[in-house]
């Protein structure tokens, strides 16, 4: 079992910038993806940055040169640098863990998630 616990979320104003971290209780698997989702009220969760095992980063091409993905092996921990930020960047950010494979795609069952942090974008 693993504890996911974010943290990092507040009100900036548009344009400003956030760090949002993921702290693991352990990363014992060697083949992971792990990443953030946001929901916003009344919309879909989404995933919007992932980084696997390899090292491989995908992002949603909304936050596409903005948004930067990184871990910390040392320190079992995940981060989600948020620049540029904009209003429709408002949401709950979770994050989430999915072990034993590096296929960080759509449909394959997520085994793991934090309880979110709330980053809200003001104009």
């Known amino acids: 079992q693993v504890q996911l616990v974010e943290s990092g979320g507040g009100s900036v104003q548009a344009g400003g910038s956030l760090r949002l971290s993921c702290a693991a209780s352990?990363?014992?698997?060697?083949?992971?993806?792990i990443g953030w989702f946001r929901q916003a009220p009344g919309k879909e969760r989404e995933g919007i940055a992932t980084?696997?095992?390899?090292?491989?980063?995908v992002y949603k091409d909304s936050v596409k040169g903005r948004f930067t993905i990184s871990r910390d092996n040392a320190k079992n921990a995940l981060y989600l640098q948020m620049n540029s930020l904009k209003p429709e960047d408002t949401a709950m950010y979770y994050c989430?863990?999915?072990?034993?494979?590096?296929?960080?795609?759509?449909?394959?069952?997520?085994?793991?998630w934090g309880q979110g942090t709330q980053v809200t974008v003001s104009s």
């Open positions: 352990t990363y014992t698997y060697s083949t992971f993806c």
């Open positions: 989430a863990l999915r072990v034993g494979t590096w296929y960080c795609g759509g449909e394959a069952k997520i085994n793991y």
């Open positions: 980084i696997n095992n390899l090292g491989t980063t």
